[in-house]
């Protein structure tokens, strides 16, 4: 089979555009199909019952939505730009990434661009196009749907890190590239879960075994229906989840996949090798990613009396942690209030609205976290990650001054602005 570098360039990259532009429809069709409140705009879902039959063209990416423009009396005088953007972006957006990616050597420090360096890159840094153009698209659709109805389905999150982790176990680099130097040893690693430090062999005995269980055992019950938990009491709660797990159906299907993932887990921790090490960093990528912004929540919920962000935010980031690792999660989720003034900004000038949900912070953060990875990474947080067990009390310190902040805030609300 010949090699995709064999395939001239221009070929490759008009082939990804009209890629780019199939995908950008499929956005748009889970976008409005997968939404909790299903809206008949979407080509490929029932019309509206006011609407004329649809044709054939109205699913061609990009000029159906000109035709459907006919419908606007029935969905609003703009309804089709938005669709139209996020194809036309996904279609000069697919080749940009590919280039960047395969073609400049973006991901790799600047002395490591080098055409035979590239050409060595190239395998890796077109398995990272494929996971990553993955990732891309399920951010996308959780981004919009976020938008709409500042909630993200489950059924985003869930498959989407059940795929991230079986791109993990696969025979391939699917994590970053990291510049490392251990002692004598100076060059380019996959960014594991155990960058900056060297892999120590004993993540392949039991005690790595045991905290991938734990970790998948802790998603698992994440996913599942947690609201009369701690509500009544720790033993009503107990018996509240038990209850709910006998006549919930979504309950037995997240037990079934418990069991079966814990099976799972196990075969390929017994396979070991590079399999096992994607994978255990797939899962503390998914641990330390959901963790964060669950711990965040938690805080920022307790110091402002309220909830301050939803549920979907935290599986979205698990999500996130489980497709690029620890590091970059961290990075995103760090860069995320950078990227949330550009997009109250737009999203002010466009619905005069000056909220925005908490999601698409997320995935524009990890957006920027990926394309800058050399600069974030490598050259910034790599230096502070080295502090080892520091950095982790730093964390905890800023979680505990982030909720005496809230709630000193929260008072001065509730003073300045309480009725009287």
Known sequence: MPSIDAIDLTTRFIALA????????????????????????????????????????????????????????????????????????????????????????????????????????????????????????????????????????DLITLPGTLLALVFACLPWHSFLPAAVRWGDLAGISETSFNVPWPYDDGWSGRSGLWLALAIWAAWIFAMADRRLILRHGLRRAIGYFCHGIRRRRSSKWLLAMGLVGSGGVIAVWWLGGDSWRGLLSSLIGLAVGGGTVWAVRIVASLAMGQEAMGFGDVTLMAMIGAFVGWQAAIAGFFLAPIAAILIVLIQYAVTRQPAVPFGPYLCAGTVIAVSAWNAVWNDTLSLYAEMGSLVLVILLAALLAMGAMLTIWGRIKRALFAPH
């Open 18 to 153: 009209v890629l780019g532009s199939i995908v950008g429809g499929f956005c748009n069709y889970a976008i409005y199909g997968w939404a909790y409140f299903h809206r008949p705009i979407s080509p490929w879902a029932p019309p509206h019952p006011n609407a004329a039959p649809r044709r054939w063209c109205d699913r061609l990416p990009i000029i159906g939505w000109l035709s459907l423009r006919r419908e606007s009396p029935l969905h609003g005088p703009a309804f089709w730009i938005r669709p139209v953007l996020i194809e036309l972006g996904c279609c000069i957006g697919f080749p940009l990434m590919y280039w960047y990616y395969t073609q400049s050597g973006g991901l790799l420090p600047p002395e490591y661009r080098t055409a035979a360096r590239l050409e060595y890159f190239s395998p890796w840094a077109h398995a990272l196009f494929v996971v990553h153009g993955v990732l891309l698209t399920l951010m996308i659709v959780a981004t919009f749907i976020d938008f709409d109805e500042q909630t993200i389905p």
